[in-house]
Nanobody, 127 residues
Framework: VQLQASGGGLVQTGGSLRLSCVAS????????IGWFRQAPGKEREGVSC???????TYAESVKGRFTISRDNAKKTFYLQMNSLKPEDTAVYYC??????????????????????WGQGTQVTVSS
């Protein structure tokens, strides 16, 4: 599966952005989709993940502010980001991990679990 992320930009503190990740390939419902981010000088960190069965997990730092979703028919995955903070500034990546079943509840926030990656999209939150 190939992925392409978009939707980043410059926003003020408290603002919102919606990132999109368009996938190409087959059997997308067999993949868990994750969003990761990497700020300058920092390691890549998991932000959120949605399973094949649409269960989700979030990093503590974004709980209550970010919402992940997927539309397999459109081959598109989303990360709605609200109440953005300057510390959310980073390059955001989407990634896919094979779950093995459309009913799988598998999620992960570990980048090593994901084999397919999209290019990043820059999110900058000004204070």
């Amino acid at each position: 599966v190939q992925l392409q992320a978009s939707g980043g930009g410059l926003v003020q503190t408290g603002g919102s952005l919606r990132l999109s990740c368009v996938a190409s390939g087959y059997n997308l419902d067999y993949y868990a989709i994750g969003w990761f981010r990497q700020a300058p000088g920092k390691e890549r960190e998991g932000v959120s993940c949605i399973s094949s069965s649409h269960s989700s997990t979030y990093a503590e730092s974004v709980k209550g502010r970010f919402t992940i979703s997927r539309d397999n028919a459109k081959k598109t995955f989303y990360l709605q980001m609200n109440s953005l903070k300057p510390e959310d500034t980073a390059v955001y990546y989407c990634a896919a991990a094979w779950s093995g079943s459309p009913s799988s509840a598998y999620t992960s926030l570990f980048h090593s679990d994901f084999r397919s990656w999209g290019q990043g999209t820059q999110v900058t939150v000004s204070s």
